[in-house]
Structures are given as structure tokens and as C-alpha cells.
């Protein structure tokens, strides 16, 4: 017997309508790229989405035709988030940190026929523009005017008529949105979210122990929304009908630090590397910002060290969340919240805690694999991490490669050793690649990173492995100090002492100006592994 409810879609369109009805005073601020703002409501954004989604139709694209963005967190962005889907057409965001290379590849892959693009990035695709698919090129920019040669986006809204839109009626199941994994394993590859999973994904997002977006929040996401979505966090925030701050390009910790206190974010989200140089901003001054109003920093893409966790607590009374989650996975699974009985635990343990990546979000289910078999949730032992669920990928879009990487029964396999705890905390090890085999055993190249990194004089740390004739591989942490602060590898490695054993330390400490990073901010160890592809380590 089937339950008598009605047959209810769960579509972006859904959202724009909610947004129309109920929030249609609330604000959406962004940052032109001479850093002054752009200020509008929720009518307006919802009059100018629906304007583009008829304005795209009349161009004569077919259902699920796809439509790329290169462009920064703006309200423009922010349009084609909801105009392109409910058009019924695909929103494939592009990352412009990307080689030219992997662009002209994703955009050739996904078959892209129109591309709309920040005025700040249009060079971005000289070398390849006329090599690809694209019928049409619109420039998003502050006055309206488009480079020569392509077309402005002001112009195609102001041609399109609002009163030509209608609230269509998709499938819940179809694609809204094209994603690419940035490439650190091989070439890119496109998870194709559905309309389904981005709505799911959204309340999921707006749960207590998700996110816990809601009206009341002002929302600042750091995380670009040409990568994964930006966490999805424009669409949550567009669901509860939060007043949204768009950075545009501007993401240096000043100019974050006056958005926070200006607009009075409530809620903000990034990856680690960020949120490490705000708050060495803030060490550096903390009575220059007031964020008083900030009640939680989402913190995720890589892991943040327990350090930055405190430090963000201890001095200046900032909590934050750290979050995981892979492309793949639409992309937030985990949350880390402390549970009602950790919150009686002592401070160190609530920061263990806290350090995690977090337990599943409802609807996401977890297992780790190990050599033998599914691992005990014992916090101890290590395997890889699979996950299901209704926004998980089940295939990548239109290649067969990586189909090892989907079980027969159903699940994801996401590259990343874990540990479970019995509440079902994920931790996470390493990503696959990254674990150092010394011996026989395996060092946690992350457990000896957000170590180092704890130490006062650091500002970033990675370790990667060195090839080594006795033990197979031995750890090298490569470094990078603060501004004007000295250590030396010994400092360094006595500062580890007692949280690893002897075997575990790093056999040698490389101090650089700077550590690689992929295109969303996370160190790329491929090219320092390339970096150091010859080093010798003095004693061996
Ligand atoms: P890629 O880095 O492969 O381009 P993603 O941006 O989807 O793809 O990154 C997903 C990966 O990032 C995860 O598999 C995991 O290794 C890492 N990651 C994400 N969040 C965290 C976190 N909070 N802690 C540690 N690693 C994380």
C-alpha cells in the first residue's frame, strides 16, 4: 500500500518560488571588482533569474543543455545558480584556478553551449575560445559593457521579458547541476547533480546539526561557488531566505574581515588555507574587527588542525565547525558537532572531538573497508571510506573512467582512510596517496601535519613521503614560518615528541616560501612529491 501524499517535486524552481513569496525584502550584497558593493533584494534577484531563465530558452537551448560559469561569488553568479536549472538547463560552474588545459577539457567534455563569465576572468579563455562548442559568451560586469567580440549579460537580461516566465514543472530526478573534480587523481571528472539532490542537500545543510542555515543567518560563503557548489551553500541560504554576502574576488583576510563586521555575518564557510590567514590577521590585531555577530565558521575541503580550531576559540571567541565532503558527494556528508554527552567531556577531549570531520548527515550512510573486510567502529582501526545516499554520485558524467570507484552494491568509494569512533565520528587518516608506509606500518602524513602546524612559529605544513631504501618510505615535512618568526627542525620535531612515536617523526624538515596548492586552495602534494622527487635524506 502506497501512502496517500501528494507528488510533490523537489526542484530548484521550488526554491525560487519560496524565495518570491517570503523573502522577497531581504538582502543579497556583493562585491564589484573595484571592491565597492552591489547591494539588491530578493525581488530583485528573483525578477533578473527569472528574466535570464526565459532569456536562455529564447536561445534555443534544449532541456538539459548545459551552461558554464567562470565567475566569482557575485549576484550574477547567484542568478545562474537559479536561472540556468529552472530553465531545465545544466549549470556546469567552472573552476578559473584551473590550468587552460583542464578548462578547454572540462568545457569541451561537457559539451557547454553557452559560457557565462566574470569581465575579471575573460582572458582566461583567449587561447582556447574558439576551439570549443560555446554558440554564445556573456560577460557578467559591473557596468553592463562586454569585452569586444563578446556578448554582455546585461544585455541579454534586458531583452528577455519577465512576464514570457512560468514556474515549470521538472522531474525531481533531473540533472541541475555539473560539477568537476579539480584533478587532483587524473583528469578531471563530472558528478551531475539532479534537482533532487541539491534540495535534499539544502536541508540537510539547514539541520541544526548540518549547518544550521536559517532566515536569520547572514551568510558569507568563502568557498567559491565554482567549486562544488560552494558547499551548496547558496542554495540552503536561498531556500531560508538568509541574507547573503558575496565576496566577489576579493578574498584576502582584510577585505573578508571588513565584510564579516560590515554586513554582520553570522555564518561563513572556506577551506582551511583562509581561514588560517584570518586568523593570523586577527592574532596580529584582534580589537580591529568586531565579530560579535559571527556564530559559526565552517571549516572543511582539507583538514583543520585542532590548533586553529583553539585558536580561533580561545583567542577570539570563534567557534568553529569542520565539515567533509568530496565533489562527489554533492558535496557536505559529515558534520562535526559535538554530541550531547561529549559536551560534558573535558576541553582537551571535546577539541579531539572537534578536530574530527564529523558524524553523517541523515540519509548519508558510512562504512570503512579494510584488508580484511568492513573496519569495527573502534576509532582505532583504519580503512577507506565508503558512503551512499540521495546525494551521492553513482557514475561519473559520460566517461567510464573512475567506475572502479562505485561498488556492485551500491556505494561510493571515497579514496580517504578513516577511522570510526562507536557515536560514528569520521576521522580522517590520509587520502589513500598520502599515507607514509615506513616499515611496514602507516604514518598519518595529516596527524603530523596539523601538528606541526600547531606550533607557534608555523604558518603551513605538509609531509609527504621519500623513498627509502630500508624503510620503504620515511616522512619529509616541508614548511613554510610565519612572517618574521625563526625555528629550526629541531624545534620542530621536540615540539612532536610525545604525541608520535620515534618512527613516526618526520626523518627531516624542509623549510620553503611557499607550498603548492591545487586550484581550491588545498596543498598539492603531486607537485611537491615532484618538488622532492630526489631528495636525499643526510643520514640515510
Ligand atoms: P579533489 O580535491 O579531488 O579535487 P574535492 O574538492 O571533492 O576533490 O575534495 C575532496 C577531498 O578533500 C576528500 O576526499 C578529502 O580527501 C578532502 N577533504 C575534504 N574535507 C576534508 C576535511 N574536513 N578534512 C580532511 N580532508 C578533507
Same mark, same amino acid.
Given at each position: 500500500?502506497?501512502?496517500?501524499?501528494?507528488?510533490?517535486?523537489?526542484?530548484?524552481?521550488?526554491?525560487?518560488?519560496?524565495?518570491?513569496?517570503?523573502?522577497?525584502?531581504?538582502?543579497?550584497?556583493?562585491?564589484?571588482?573595484?571592491?565597492?558593493?552591489?547591494?539588491?533584494?530578493?525581488?530583485?534577484?528573483?525578477?533578473?533569474?527569472?528574466?535570464?531563465?526565459?532569456?536562455?530558452?529564447?536561445?534555443?537551448?534544449?532541456?538539459?543543455?548545459?551552461?558554464?560559469?567562470?565567475?566569482?561569488?557575485?549576484?550574477?553568479?547567484?542568478?545562474?545558480?537559479?536561472?540556468?536549472?529552472?530553465?531545465?538547463?545544466?549549470?556546469?560552474?567552472?573552476?578559473?584556478?584551473?590550468?587552460?588545459?583542464?578548462?578547454?577539457?572540462?568545457?569541451?567534455? &561537457?559539451?557547454?553551449?553557452? =559560457?557565462? +563569465?566574470? #569581465?575579471?576572468? %575573460?582572458? @582566461?579563455?583567449?587561447?582556447?575560445?574558439?576551439? $570549443?562548442?560555446?554558440?554564445?559568451?556573456?560577460?557578467?560586469?559591473?557596468?553592463?559593457?562586454?569585452?569586444?567580440?563578446?556578448?554582455?549579460?546585461?544585455?541579454?537580461?534586458?531583452?528577455?521579458?519577465?512576464?514570457?516566465?512560468?514556474?515549470?514543472?521538472?522531474?525531481?530526478?533531473?540533472?541541475?547541476?555539473?560539477?568537476?573534480?579539480?584533478?587532483?587523481?587524473?583528469?578531471?571528472?563530472?558528478?551531475?547533480?539532479?534537482?533532487?539532490?541539491?534540495?535534499?542537500?539544502?536541508?540537510?545543510? &539547514?539541520?541544526?546539526?548540518? =549547518?544550521? +542555515?536559517? #532566515?536569520?543567518? %547572514?551568510? @558569507?560563503?568563502?568557498?567559491?561557488?565554482?567549486? $562544488?557548489?560552494?558547499?551548496?551553500?547558496?542554495?540552503?541560504?536561498?531556500?531560508?531566505?538568509?541574507?547573503?554576502?558575496?565576496?566577489?574576488?576579493?578574498?584576502?583576510?582584510?577585505?573578508?574581515?571588513?565584510?564579516?563586521?560590515?554586513?554582520?555575518?553570522?555564518?561563513?564557510?572556506?577551506?582551511?588555507?583562509?581561514?588560517?590567514?584570518?586568523?593570523?590577521?586577527?592574532?596580529?590585531?584582534?580589537?580591529?574587527?568586531?565579530?560579535?555577530?559571527?556564530?559559526?565558521?565552517?571549516?572543511?575541503?582539507?583538514?583543520?588542525?585542532?590548533?586553529? +580550531?583553539?585558536?580561533?576559540?580561545?583567542?577570539?571567541?570563534?567557534?568553529?565547525?569542520?565539515?567533509?565532503?568530496?565533489?562527489?558527494?554533492?558535496?557536505?556528508?559529515?558534520?562535526?558537532?559535538?554530541?550531547?554527552?561529549?559536551?560534558?567531556?573535558?576541553?582537551?577531549?571535546?577539541?579531539?572531538?572537534?578536530?574530527?570531520?564529523?558524524?553523517?548527515?541523515?540519509?548519508?550512510?558510512?562504512?570503512?573497508?579494510?584488508?580484511?573486510?568492513?573496519?569495527?567502529?573502534?576509532?582505532?582501526?583504519?580503512?577507506?571510506?565508503?558512503?551512499?545516499?540521495?546525494?551521492?554520485?553513482?557514475?561519473?558524467?559520460?566517461?567510464?573512467?573512475?567506475?572502479?570507484?562505485?561498488?556492485?552494491?551500491?556505494?561510493?568509494?571515497?579514496?580517504?582512510?578513516?577511522?570510526?569512533?562507536?557515536?560514528?565520528?569520521?576521522?580522517?587518516?590520509?587520502?589513500?596517496?598520502?599515507?607514509?608506509?615506513?616499515?611496514?606500518?602507516?604514518?598519518?602524513?595529516?596527524?603530523?601535519?596539523?601538528?606541526?602546524?600547531?606550533?607557534?612559529?608555523?604558518?603551513?605544513?605538509?609531509?609527504?613521503?621519500?623513498?627509502?631504501?630500508?624503510?620503504?618510505?620515511?616522512?619529509?615535512?616541508?614548511?613554510?614560518?610565519?612572517?618574521?618568526?625563526?625555528?629550526?627542525?629541531?624545534?620542530?620535531?621536540?615540539?612532536?615528541?610525545?604525541?608520535?612515536?620515534?618512527?613516526?617523526?618526520?626523518?627531516?624538515?624542509?623549510?620553503?616560501?611557499?607550498?603548492?596548492?591545487?586550484?581550491?586552495?588545498?596543498?598539492?602534494?603531486?607537485?611537491?612529491?615532484?618538488?622532492?622527487?630526489?631528495?636525499?635524506?643526510?643520514?640515510?
Amino acid at each position: 500500500m502506497k501512502g496517500l501524499i501528494q507528488d510533490y517535486q523537489l526542484t530548484l524552481p521550488a526554491i525560487l518560488r519560496r524565495a518570491e513569496d517570503l523573502y522577497g525584502k531581504k538582502e543579497i550584497v556583493s562585491r564589484n571588482p573595484d571592491k565597492s558593493f552591489h547591494r539588491y533584494t530578493y525581488a530583485d534577484f528573483v525578477r533578473r533569474t527569472k528574466k535570464l531563465a526565459v532569456a536562455l530558452g529564447e536561445l534555443g537551448l534544449e532541456k538539459g543543455d548545459r551552461v558554464a560559469t567562470l565567475a566569482w561569488n557575485t549576484y550574477q553568479h547567484l542568478e545562474a545558480y537559479f536561472g540556468v536549472p529552472t530553465a531545465g538547463l545544466v549549470l556546469n560552474t567552472v573552476n578559473p584556478r584551473l590550468s587552460q588545459n583542464d578548462l578547454s577539457y572540462i568545457l569541451d567534455h &561537457a559539451g557547454d553551449k553557452v =559560457l557565462l +563569465i566574470d #569581465e575579471t576572468l %575573460v582572458e @582566461l579563455i583567449d587561447g582556447f575560445k574558439d576551439e $570549443v562548442d560555446l554558440e554564445h559568451i556573456f560577460v557578467f560586469s559591473a557596468d553592463g559593457s562586454a569585452p569586444e567580440g563578446l556578448e554582455s549579460y546585461e544585455d541579454l537580461l534586458e531583452g528577455a521579458d519577465e512576464a514570457d516566465f512560468e514556474y515549470p514543472e521538472l522531474d525531481e530526478t533531473d540533472a541541475a547541476a555539473l560539477c568537476y573534480t579539480s584533478g587532483t587523481t587524473g583528469r578531471p571528472k563530472g558528478a551531475l547533480y539532479s534537482h533532487r539532490s541539491v534540495c535534499l542537500h539544502s536541508f540537510a545543510l &539547514a539541520a541544526a546539526d548540518g =549547518l544550521g +542555515i536559517r #532566515e536569520r543567518d %547572514v551568510v @558569507l560563503p568563502v568557498v567559491p561557488m565554482f567549486h $562544488v557548489n560552494a558547499w551548496g551553500v547558496p542554495f540552503a541560504s536561498t531556500m531560508v531566505g538568509a541574507k547573503q554576502v558575496m565576496p566577489g574576488k576579493h578574498l584576502d583576510p582584510e577585505s573578508l574581515l571588513e565584510d564579516y563586521e560590515q554586513e554582520r555575518v553570522t555564518f561563513t564557510a572556506g577551506v582551511p588555507t583562509v581561514f588560517l590567514a584570518v586568523l593570523q590577521t586577527l592574532d596580529g590585531d584582534p580589537e580591529a574587527y568586531d565579530l560579535s555577530r559571527m556564530r559559526s565558521m565552517a571549516i572543511g575541503g582539507s583538514a583543520a588542525p585542532e590548533s586553529m +580550531i583553539r585558536g580561533f576559540d580561545e583567542r577570539h571567541g570563534l567557534s568553529v565547525v569542520h565539515a567533509w565532503g568530496m565533489t562527489e558527494t554533492d558535496p557536505v556528508a559529515t558534520v562535526c558537532h559535538l554530541t550531547g554527552e561529549l559536551l560534558e567531556a573535558p576541553e582537551d577531549e571535546q577539541y579531539k572531538y572537534r578536530a574530527k570531520q564529523g558524524f553523517p548527515l541523515p540519509f548519508i550512510e558510512i562504512r570503512g573497508r579494510g584488508d580484511e573486510g568492513f573496519i569495527p567502529w573502534d576509532g582505532e582501526a583504519m580503512g577507506e571510506l565508503e558512503v551512499r545516499g540521495p546525494w551521492v554520485a553513482n557514475s561519473y558524467f559520460n566517461t567510464e573512467e573512475g567506475s572502479d570507484k562505485f561498488t556492485e552494491d551500491g556505494w561510493f568509494k571515497t579514496g580517504d582512510i578513516v577511522t570510526i569512533e562507536p557515536r560514528g565520528y569520521v576521522e580522517i587518516r590520509d587520502r589513500d596517496k598520502d599515507l607514509v608506509k615506513s616499515g611496514g606500518e602507516w604514518i598519518s602524513s595529516v596527524d603530523l601535519e596539523n601538528a606541526i602546524m600547531g606550533h607557534e612559529a608555523v604558518a603551513e605544513a605538509a609531509v609527504i613521503a621519500i623513498p627509502h631504501e630500508k624503510w620503504d618510505e620515511r616522512p619529509l615535512a616541508v614548511v613554510v614560518l610565519k612572517d618574521g618568526q625563526e625555528a629550526t627542525a629541531e624545534d620542530l620535531l621536540s615540539h612532536l615528541e610525545g604525541d608520535f612515536a620515534k618512527w613516526q617523526l618526520p626523518d627531516a624538515v624542509e623549510f620553503v616560501d611557499e607550498i603548492p596548492r591545487t586550484a581550491t586552495g588545498k596543498f598539492l602534494k603531486m607537485e611537491l612529491r615532484e618538488q622532492f622527487k630526489d631528495y636525499q635524506f643526510a643520514q640515510s
